[in-house]
């Protein structure tokens, strides 16, 4: 004997047939949509609660031209930085009534192969959390909204806005609080310079340094955001008897930095200021705890996904970036310059 299969759930035809009403007006009940009776309203709801009806994704996007989805495309870097904003996002696209669609760029795929594979499963807007530069303008073949959280991006709809946070200020913000303490100048150990943050702070960084008529000292070569490659530049500075104090473009370079004059029996801050980038979550706990700049990574996923659910319901997106600004808090890394003796070989 044949068994049953399992049972199909009843559909918008069945809700609109017992409410008496067309597929239409359910969908606008379904949707939240405006124009429908206080009357006519509670009667498909009545016959949404009697039938169990289950509205179907791929069927009120037919309906609607909405998936009510957003597709993320990220680096996929296991870094503290790409990874908080990663998750605000996702959190920030939950709370807005969206479902999140990832493509990771990891293992060398590009930007806009990562693309292609949210288009293709369906997606209302896109968020680009890729901070690496691929070496040439990206251009983006989609007539969907885009917000980038890093560098602008150009697409065939023309349809694209940028949420970040403001590195070039936050550099500005440490080199400057450096200088006040009485620093000649202050030097940098930059990020990769491929990563747009990464040269943001150097820009930043160089702002201030003009600005104050201070000399610009050479940037150490190597720093990929690991306190190894800031271990290695502090191996670097130490020998030079003229540094006292470091910018560090992350917290774990920065790390590394202290690491790397302990072991010289350099003293932070007594010998040399040294400021981080991120505030990460043992940065307060550090000996000594390390003077950082604090990236609100919720506000700026928060802006991103606003930005980018107007955009689908119709609004226009901002023509000029969105800048969310980044916090210095001052620890115990930094202090006033101080005259002292030869260094340490």
């Given at each position: 004997?044949?068994?049953?299969?399992?049972?199909?759930?009843?559909?918008?035809?069945?809700?609109?047939?017992?409410?008496?009403?067309?597929?239409?007006?359910?969908?606008?009940?379904?949707?939240?949509?405006?124009?429908?009776?206080?009357?006519?309203?509670e009667r498909v709801l009545r016959a949404i609660r009697d039938l169990d009806y289950r509205p179907n994704t791929a069927a009120r996007a037919l309906l609607l031209g909405r998936y009510r989805r957003i597709g993320v495309?990220?680096?996929?870097?296991?870094?503290?930085?790409?990874?908080?904003?990663?998750?605000?996002?996702?959190?920030?696209?939950?709370?807005?009534?969206?479902?999140?669609?990832?493509?990771?760029?990891?293992?060398?795929?590009?930007?806009?192969?990562?693309?292609?594979?949210?288009?293709?499963?369906?997606?209302?807007?896109?968020?680009?959390?890729?901070?690496?530069?691929?070496?040439?303008?990206?251009?983006?073949?989609?007539?969907?909204?885009?917000?980038?959280?890093?560098?602008?991006?150009?697409?065939?709809?023309?349809?694209?806005?940028?949420?970040?946070?403001?590195g070039v200020t936050a550099a500005r913000l440490a080199t400057e609080h450096l200088l006040a303490l009485g620093h000649r100048t202050v030097w940098h150990v930059p990020g990769p310079q491929d990563w747009f943050s990464?040269?943001?702070?150097?820009?930043?960084?160089?702002?201030?340094?003009?600005?104050?008529?201070?000399?610009?000292?050479?940037?150490?070569?190597?720093?990929?955001?690991?306190?190894?490659?800031?271990?290695?530049?502090?191996?670097?500075?130490?020998?030079?008897?003229?540094?006292?104090?470091?910018?560090?473009?992350?917290?774990?370079?920065?790390?590394?930095?202290?690491?790397?004059?302990?072991?010289?029996?350099?003293?932070?801050?007594?010998?040399?200021?040294?400021?981080?980038?991120?505030?990460?979550?043992?940065?307060?706990?550090?000996?000594?705890?390390?003077?950082?700049?604090?990236?609100?990574?919720?506000?700026?996923?928060?802006?991103?996904?606003?930005?980018?659910?107007?955009?689908?319901?119709?609004?226009?997106?901002?023509?000029?970036?969105?800048?969310?600004?980044?916090?210095?808090?001052?620890?115990?890394?930094?202090?006033?310059v101080r005259a002292r003796g030869p260094r340490p070989g």
């Amino acid at each position: 004997m044949a068994t049953a299969g399992p049972r199909r759930g009843p559909g918008m035809t069945e809700v609109a047939r017992a409410a008496g009403v067309s597929q239409k007006t359910v969908s606008r009940v379904v949707n939240g949509e405006p124009h429908v009776s206080p009357e006519v309203r509670e009667r498909v709801l009545r016959a949404i609660r009697d039938l169990d009806y289950r509205p179907n994704t791929a069927a009120r996007a037919l309906l609607l031209g909405r998936y009510r989805r957003i597709g993320v495309v990220a680096l996929g870097s296991p870094l503290y930085g790409p990874t908080s904003l990663l998750f605000g996002l996702e959190q920030a696209v939950r709370r807005a009534g969206y479902t999140f669609a990832l493509a990771s760029t990891a293992r060398s795929r590009r930007v806009t192969v990562a693309v292609e594979s949210l288009l293709e499963h369906g997606v209302d807007g896109l968020a680009l959390v890729e901070p690496v530069d691929e070496g040439a303008p990206l251009r983006l073949h989609t007539d969907l909204p885009v917000v980038s959280l890093c560098a602008p991006v150009d697409t065939a709809g023309g349809r694209s806005a940028v949420v970040r946070a403001d590195g070039v200020t936050a550099a500005r913000l440490a080199t400057e609080h450096l200088l006040a303490l009485g620093h000649r100048t202050v030097w940098h150990v930059p990020g990769p310079q491929d990563w747009f943050s990464a040269r943001e702070r150097v820009q930043g960084w160089r702002e201030a340094l003009a600005a104050a008529g201070a000399p610009e000292p050479p940037l150490p070569a190597g720093g990929d955001w690991t306190p190894a490659s800031g271990y290695a530049a502090g191996r670097h500075l130490a020998r030079l008897p003229d540094v006292t104090a470091v910018f560090a473009a992350n917290d774990d370079m920065a790390i590394g930095l202290v690491r790397a004059f302990a072991e010289v029996g350099l003293t932070v801050p007594h010998d040399v200021s040294v400021v981080g980038f991120d505030d990460v979550p043992v940065a307060p706990y550090l000996s000594p705890p390390l003077t950082t700049l604090r990236q609100d990574f919720t506000a700026v996923a928060d802006r991103a996904v606003g930005a980018l659910t107007a955009a689908i319901e119709g609004r226009p997106l901002p023509t000029e970036p969105t800048d969310v600004a980044v916090e210095l808090q001052i620890r115990n890394s930094t202090a006033p310059v101080r005259a002292r003796g030869p260094r340490p070989g």
